[in-house]
């Protein structure tokens, strides 16, 4: 009951945290019929921690990290928990995955975590697993049935066969635009373990899946993709109302696929493109995705933000902030039946900034 409150006070909350400047995180507020059972959790991913030697670490994902994970223990009212959403180290080494989980560390509320390609390559997840615990796993929330899925795996040749070293089969799958790179899947094991998992949840139960690459084929080229998204998909038909929220994609993407609802968060670390630049998309996900919305990808906070997801009777609202940018919504329509941007922004960029 502690974390009962209105929903104009909420925004309040909310408004004052704005205040402060846009930050990296995404608060996610799920609001029920009966307000008592709103809650809110925050949702930071994609810090992409590099070590350079010794003590040294890239400074810059550092402080988009410190600053994600401070302004998650200043929400009001606190988080239920904070979820990350992968990619916590840049190659996966240990000092990465030790110094980002020391950052981590520092939340206030209890701490739940995604698995990203970055983190999983080097040692296939094996040094993460100590520090996190399960790669997939599932729980119960106020009347909310979450699932966690490690979606970046891949085929057992390109993994175990092709790569004289960890390190170099890291490095492949680290670059976003390397034809070396191997499709993402959750993969068999995973799913038949998913079908269980939903086969004792009531179908009228709001479902919300959290995973780094997308459950949806966007674009191959940079693994926006994940290979057996269809088949996932299949698995959560049967429900009412599902949700799916994912990282890995560094900036704002939304869909709708029959059920499923589809929404993306930004990274603490830099933003990518969008798919105007990659026309590939447009088979896949028309309307999907807001066009660029900045002028300078070297700018160092540059397209981070936060959002407030806000899941009312089951359907996700997203309200992004964006740095020293205007904030706009992506909300469920129930009319059209997907979500839509309501403050569509023009195309027309901001103009460039000098470089420092
Ligand atoms: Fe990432
Ligand atoms: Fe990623």
Redesign the pocket.
């Known amino acids: 009951m502690s974390n009962h409150y209105d929903r104009r006070s909420f925004l309040k909350a909310a408004g004052s945290v704005a205040a402060i400047g846009a930050l990296p995180v995404t608060m996610v507020e799920l609001a029920f019929a009966k307000p008592t059972e709103n809650f809110t959790f925050a949702y930071i991913s994609?810090a992409?921690i590099q070590h350079i030697r010794g003590t040294k670490f890239v400074n810059n994902w550092d402080r988009g990290l410190i600053r994600a994970v401070a302004e998650a223990n200043l929400m009001t009212p606190p988080p239920d928990f904070v979820m990350f959403g992968g990619?916590l180290a840049q190659l996966g080494t240990q000092p990465e995955l030790d110094h980002g989980a020391g950052m981590l560390a520092k939340l206030n509320a209890p701490l739940k975590v995604v698995m990203?390609e970055?983190d999983y390559y080097l040692d296939l997840g094996e040094y993460w697993s100590k520090l996190f615990g399960p790669q997939y796993y599932s729980f119960d929330h106020k009347g909310v049935h979450f699932v966690v899925l490690n979606s970046i795996l891949t085929t057992d040749e390109w993994t175990f066969n092709r790569w004289p070293t960890p390190e170099q089969r890291m490095l492949e799958m680290a670059g976003l635009d390397n034809p070396n790179g191997s499709p993402f899947m959750v993969g068999e094991k995973q799913r038949d373990w998913l079908a269980k998992d939903l086969a004792k949840v009531t179908k009228d139960t709001p479902v919300v899946v959290f995973s780094h690459s997308p459950i949806q084929k966007i674009y191959k080229g940079w693994n926006f993709w994940t290979d057996d998204a269809e088949q996932v998909q299949a698995l959560l038909k049967p429900f009412d109302k599902v949700n799916v929220i994912y990282?890995?994609v560094?900036q704002i993407q939304y869909n709708q696929i029959g059920n499923i609802s589809f929404n993306s968060v930004m990274?603490t670390a830099w933003p990518w493109p969008y798919p105007q630049s990659y026309a590939q998309a447009e088979q896949y996900l028309p309307k999907l995705t807001i066009p660029m919305n900045r002028a300078d990808p070297f700018f160092e906070r540059d397209a981070t933000g936060w959002q407030m997801v806000n899941v009312n009777t089951g359907r996700v609202d997203l309200a992004y902030n964006l740095y020293n940018n205007k904030p706009r919504v992506v909300g469920f329509d129930p009319k059209l039946g997907h979500p839509v941007d309501k403050d569509l922004q023009s195309v027309a960029l901001e103009p460039n900034r000098t470089h420092y």
């Open positions: 994609d992409h990619d990203g970055h990282g890995h560094h990274a």
